[in-house]
């Protein structure tokens, strides 16, 4: 055998190895996603999106995908519509298009079972978060090589923001996997310009818009970056650049095609536009987040609540909850790109770079969720740390080592937070314990912890909480025998007049959402004030603290 045949033979055995362990990685990712949802009580938007779906796919009509497009919550919602006999209740409700009270109604009235109905709908997400790491790991792998995707891979796989949502019935992780999809659809039609290319974009384009209306940005950035590849290849001669606009004007068409499909090519009036438009809750849809995006909502950040926003609302979300691993991987890999650039790096940096300074001009901070699309991005730059531009063999062992230690330490920080990946904070935003006073909301306290907070009650013999919630979820739906407190949306207007003391709480235990704790939705932010003072005497998965009032 020449040395030659040695080499290939070589590399195809590593190849077949890093393929093994990317299957590997799946089955465990699979393993954590799908046992820790079945530990989580739906998180607040969860009711939302499973009813959207199930209404959708029971009368083919798609009133209620307005703020979300109907493709993620359609999937979502295939297992419980093709298993169960679900009832939907077209009430009064659906007939005003409300899809909150329509929720509601759907899977704590209408249904039994609702963990079920929850369960199945979770499964169709966790198997787009295995397609989007089997994407990365593709994408990788062409770029750097097996070892390469595998290391991208794990930075996807294994990361613990990915696998909080990829458990949950929502659109963020749906989003994230189809703007991927459409970034490497466009990237390969850059590689290799053919009309089957072009359509295959912008079709995956068109699922994208279809998935998450924030996707939208994702439009112009990749037209942009398929523009700079285009000068960069081929000059800025005037036949070319003509060329690409028209291969970019055919993927916005299939791309808006595959929207409007998607409602049924219904056609509609819209508040404030004189002629009928295609996909008219669509159109609903964007000038509504369009709205939004200017503020209005209010966020907590650093222990101030504001409805205006901040800035620097997501530049600190993604320094205190990204893996610090991931962090110092960027910055690795960022040296590595310097001394190594390759003609497609402006596929893997431009995209999420953008879209991090588009989501710094918005004032709707909802949480670290709306960073997700930028993750498997991060990922991708990261694995170029496989191909250190190392000379001495010395140096590549070195080379090895350092992105090794990386790896390790993700899975080491990512299996000490589960099942509780929601909560995820690193050392810089004081680890899950102290992550509250920085960041609420969808961050660490969504809903998730009924299940926790039944099963704490089991273990401690504690019969009866009196309960501040955050969430959708009524608590008696798991048991939890309760004496409600001003919460969001339940015991929401009781906060006009407490029922309890608020400078010299009764005697009690007291289990209490950290997002109502900090005041960052009540009216009156200081209604826990007198708790907030205190620490707590227990935590239900860092989200529900607990305290025991004791008589004076």
């Excluded at 820790?36 to 739906?42: D, M």
């Excluded at 222990?303 to 110092?328: C, Q, R």
Aim: some cysteine; proline content about 7%; charged content about 15%.
């Amino acid at each position: 055998m020449s040395d030659l045949d040695r080499s290939n033979a070589g590399a195809s055995e590593r190849g077949s190895l890093a393929r093994a362990l990317a299957v590997l990685l799946l089955l465990a990712s699979f393993g954590m996603a799908l046992t820790s949802a079945a530990g989580k009580s739906p998180t607040m938007d969860e009711q939302n999106h499973i009813a959207r779906g199930a209404a959708y796919l029971g009368t083919g009509d798609p009133r209620l995908s307005v703020e979300h497009p109907p493709l993620v919550n359609v999937i979502s919602a295939l297992p419980a519509h093709a298993l169960l006999d679900l009832q939907l209740p077209l009430d009064q409700w659906w007939e005003a298009g409300e899809w909150y009270h329509f929720a509601d109604n759907f899977l704590w009235h209408a249904n039994e079972q609702p963990d079920r109905i929850v369960l199945l709908s979770r499964l169709p997400i966790i198997g787009l978060g295995l397609l989007l790491t089997c994407l990365v790991f593709r994408w990788g792998q062409a770029r750097f090589g097996p070892w390469g995707g595998l290391v991208a891979a794990l930075f996807t796989a294994l990361d613990p923001n990915i696998l909080a949502h990829q458990r949950l019935s929502t659109t963020d992780l749906g989003g994230t996997f189809f703007v991927f999809l459409a970034a490497y659809a466009v990237w390969q039609l850059s590689r290799q310009p053919t009309y089957k290319r072009v359509a295959v974009a912008g079709v995956a384009l068109g699922l994208a818009f279809a998935a998450k209306l924030s996707a939208l940005i994702f439009g112009p950035i990749l037209a942009l970056v398929f523009l700079l590849d285009g000068i960069r290849k081929q000059g800025s001669s005037i036949q070319h650049m003509l060329r690409r606009v028209a291969m970019m004007g055919g993927m916005a068409v299939l791309g808006l095609l595959v929207v409007w499909a998607s409602y049924l090519f219904s056609v509609g009036r819209v508040e404030g536009v004189s002629l009928a438009v295609p996909a008219p809750p669509y159109v609903r849809g964007v000038r509504a987040v369009i709205s939004l995006a200017g503020g209005g909502r209010p966020s907590y950040l650093l222990g101030e609540i504001s409805s205006d926003g901040w800035w620097y609302y997501f530049p600190v979300a993604l320094a205190v909850k990204t893996p610090l691993p991931t962090l110092l991987g960027i910055v690795v890999a960022g040296v590595v790109m310097t001394r190594r650039l390759t003609e497609d790096d402006l596929f893997v940096v431009i995209p999420p770079l953008v879209f991090f300074g588009t989501l710094t001009t918005a004032r709707l901070n909802l949480g670290y969720r709306h960073l997700l699309p930028m993750l498997p991005f991060i990922a991708l730059h990261i694995g170029r740390l496989s191909q250190l531009p190392m000379q001495r063999s010395s140096r590549k062992v070195v080379s090895r080592i350092v992105y090794m230690a990386l790896v390790t330490w993700l899975c080491i920080g990512t299996i000490a937070i589960y099942p509780h990946f929601l909560a995820y904070f690193n050392p810089l935003g004081g680890g899950p314990k102290e992550g509250w006073r920085i960041l609420v909301d969808s961050n660490i306290d969504w809903g998730q912890d009924l299940i926790g907070l039944r099963r704490w009650m089991e273990r401690e013999g504690v019969e009866r909480v009196k309960l501040s919630w955050f969430g959708s979820a009524p608590p008696e739906a798991y048991e939890v025998a309760h004496e409600l407190l001003p919460g969001l949306p339940h015991g929401f207007s009781l906060w006009e007049d407490p029922p309890f003391d608020t400078e010299q709480p009764e005697p009690g235990v007291y289990a209490i959402s950290v997002t109502n704790l900090v005041g960052a939705v009540l009216p009156n932010p200081d209604l826990y004030a007198w708790f907030l003072d205190r620490p707590p005497d227990d935590r239900i998965g860092h989200s529900v603290f607990i305290y025991r009032v004791a008589g004076s």
